[in-house]
């Protein structure tokens, strides 16, 4: 008897994938660092935010081939993208 399970996913939440995905995406485009924010991606990815940030902390060390780091605050958190 075999069972049909899909294979689990490296990351913690559909919401994160789309988000590594968009992030990569970005940053392959970009040709080097990419500095983001998460209120002005929030519409390309269908987040808050909130949830931007939140997801960004998680995905920080967890996603292979992108690093990802806090790189300022000014009126929000900046975020520095690169691939690794």
């Given at each position: ?13 559909p919401k994160a994938e789309r988000l590594a995905r968009y992030l990569r995406a970005e ?58």
């Open positions: 008897m075999s069972t049909n399970t899909a294979p689990e996913s490296a990351y913690p939440s940053a392959e485009e970009s040709d080097g660092d990419l500095y983001v924010k998460g209120k002005f991606i929030a519409g390309d990815v269908d987040l808050s935010p909130k949830e931007i940030g939140a997801l960004l902390v998680q995905l920080q060390g967890s996603v292979p081939g992108l690093t990802i780091e806090k790189w300022s605050y000014t009126s929000a958190t900046t975020w520095r993208i690169s691939t690794a």
